[in-house]
C-alpha cells in the first residue's frame, strides 16, 4: 500500500500585495482599495524511499515566484462578464457601468479570471503552481490565499479527480 505524506506551507514570505475592486453585478462594485494577501499551501504526495514526499524548499520557491508575479501591482479580471478591457496606448481602459477607468499598463495584470476575489486568486494561483510542479508525483495539491487575518478561500486539485475526469 502506498504512504502518502501530507506538507503544509504557510510561510511570511508568500504574500503580495495587490489593488483591486471586486464586482457585485453589472452594476455594483467596490471601491479601488488594495490587500496584503497571503499565500499557503497542501501538498500531498507519496512517501519516497528516501523518507520524505516533497522538497520544502522547491515548493516554497515555486509559492515565492507566484507571489512575486502578483506583488505591487493593479490586479483586472479579464473574463467579467460586467466589464470591458480596452488596451489603449500604456493603458488599460475599463469600462463598467457607464463608467470608465483608466490603468497603467505597467502597473497591472489583467488575469484570466472572472472578478477580483481571494476564490479566484486561489484557483489561478493553484493552477500556476500546477504547471511548475508538472510530471512530479502529487497526491492532491490545495492553495489557500487570504486578504487578512480570517478571511482566506482555497482551490483544490486531487490526481483521483483529474484521472476519472
Known amino acids: 500500500m502506498e504512504r502518502l505524506a501530507t506538507l503544509y506551507i504557510d510561510k511570511e514570505?508568500?504574500?503580495f500585495s495587490a489593488a483591486h475592486?471586486?464586482?457585485?453585478?453589472?452594476?455594483e462594485r467596490?471601491?479601488?482599495?488594495?490587500h496584503n494577501y497571503s499565500v499557503s499551501a497542501m501538498i500531498a504526495a507519496p512517501m519516497g524511499d528516501n523518507g520524505f514526499a516533497a522538497d520544502y524548499n522547491v515548493?516554497?520557491?515555486r509559492l515565492?515566484?507566484?507571489?512575486?508575479e502578483?506583488?505591487?501591482?493593479?490586479?483586472?479580471?479579464a473574463n467579467s462578464p460586467y466589464q470591458q478591457v480596452f488596451e489603449d496606448d500604456?493603458?488599460?481602459?475599463?469600462?463598467?457601468n457607464g463608467e470608465q477607468m483608466h490603468f497603467l499598463r505597467s502597473d497591472t495584470l489583467l488575469l484570466p479570471i472572472r472578478n477580483a476575489t481571494v476564490e479566484e486568486f486561489s484557483q489561478y494561483l493553484l493552477t500556476r503552481l500546477l504547471q511548475r510542479s508538472a510530471g512530479e508525483a502529487l497526491a492532491e495539491?490545495?492553495?489557500c490565499v487570504a486578504s487578512g487575518p480570517g478571511q482566506k478561500a482555497c482551490a483544490r486539485w486531487t490526481a483521483m479527480e483529474e484521472a476519472i475526469a
Not at 475592486?21 to 452594476?27: D, E, G, K, L, N
Not at 515565492?64 to 512575486?68: A, N
Request: aromatic share 20%.
Open 13 to 15: 514570505s508568500h504574500k
Open 21 to 27: 475592486y471586486t464586482i457585485f453585478s453589472a452594476t
Open 30 to 34: 467596490e471601491r479601488l482599495h488594495g
Open 59 to 61: 515548493y516554497k520557491q
Open 64 to 68: 515565492k515566484y507566484l507571489c512575486d
Open 70 to 77: 502578483l506583488d505591487e501591482y493593479m490586479i483586472l479580471p
Open 90 to 96: 500604456g493603458y488599460y481602459r475599463v469600462e463598467f
Open 141 to 143: 495539491l490545495q492553495l
